[in-house]
């Protein structure tokens, strides 16, 4: 199942990194880019490697890392200290085209033998943050990337790379701009069938805002949420989990076509119900939001 709540942690700060594993949060990821200065690079890279090593790990979440850039020297840095220690997954920022993500299946491939571990094993998530990330993000439909877990954007990275002024409009939604890229992460997330996670609330204060921001994510198809902050992880996922009243129509979806077998819409309370209402179910149910 992809996650529902996905924690930044800095990488670099072994006060924060002690505490992350019993926040709650669906996924870990430890941060090893925007969290970071550049001289603490280094120290973050050990930090990292030894979290994913440690017991730490064990209390159900799926442990990430955000790398730097792939155009960057430290990134190559960062793959070679942390995939031997199998992260879950290597979250990307900056991807600008998938054919970036190629050739970095391919270093991985490469990392992981030397591992001695599964090649193909470490799964992937891009962060679109540029405008040349959002234009050619369908290009993910044409690219085999049998690691993508997922897909997620930057608004803020996209929003400076834009010349942005404000974030949002007088309604408080995104601007015109950074709402085009969220939706274009959605529709590539949705028709590859991986994870489609929005960005971040900066604000982390305000927990009403995020709540606001979560059930607006959670009603356009968005299978989850990134966070900064311990705090927002509880929000984002009393939010993402199914509520009762959803599991309840689920089953009453799957119990109508039963009682009527063969049939390829069925009347529920008033309303038609069809074959992709039933199938949206059955993954509701059985804890899958893809398939």
């Known amino acids: 199942m992809s996650p529902h709540s996905l924690l930044f942690v800095p990488g670099d700060s072994e006060r924060k990194l002690a505490k992350c594993a019993h926040v709650g949060a669906d996924a870990l990821i430890l941060d ?11 120290a973050a890279r050990e930090l990292a490697r030894a979290f994913l090593n440690s017991a730490r790990t064990g209390a159900g979440a799926q442990v990430w890392v955000r790398i730097n850039a792939l155009n960057t020297p430290d990134s190559r840095l960062d793959l070679a200290a942390v995939v031997a220690a199998q992260p879950y997954g290597i979250m990307v920022p900056k991807v600008d085209h998938p054919s970036e993500l190629v050739g970095l ?6 990392l992981e033998a030397e591992a001695g571990i599964a090649v193909g094993t470490t799964r992937l998530v891009p962060m679109l943050e540029s405008p ?10 044409q690219t085999p990337l049998q690691r993508l877990s997922g897909i997620t954007w930057g608004a803020e990275d996209l929003g400076a790379a834009l010349g942005v002024r404000s974030s949002h409009d007088a309604n408080g939604d995104w601007n015109f701009a950074l709402r085009s890229a969220r939706v274009q992460c959605l529709l590539v997330a949705r028709a590859l069938k991986v994870g489609a996670i929005d960005t971040v609330t900066t604000d982390f ?18 299978s989850g949420k990134l966070a900064i902050h311990p705090d ?8 993402f989990l199914p509520s009762p009243a ?5 089953r009453q979806v799957i119990a109508a076509f039963e009682a009527a077998s063969g049939s390829g819409a069925v009347s529920l309370n008033g309303t038609m119900v069809d074959i992709v209402h039933l199938h949206a179910a059955r993954r509701l149910l059985a804890g899958r939001e893809f398939c």
């Open 32 to 42: 090893l880019e925007d969290a970071v200065a550049p001289e603490r690079k280094p």
């Open 132 to 141: 040349r990330a959002v234009l050619t993000a369908a290009d993910y439909l």
């Open 105 to 110: 299946s391919k270093d991985l491939s490469a």
């Open 246 to 250: 959803e599991l309840d129509h689920a």
């Open 232 to 239: 927002q992880v509880s929000v984002i996922n009393s939010i």
């Open 205 to 222: 204060k305000n927990l009403d805002a995020l709540r606001a921001e979560c059930m607006l994510s959670y009603a356009t198809g968005f």
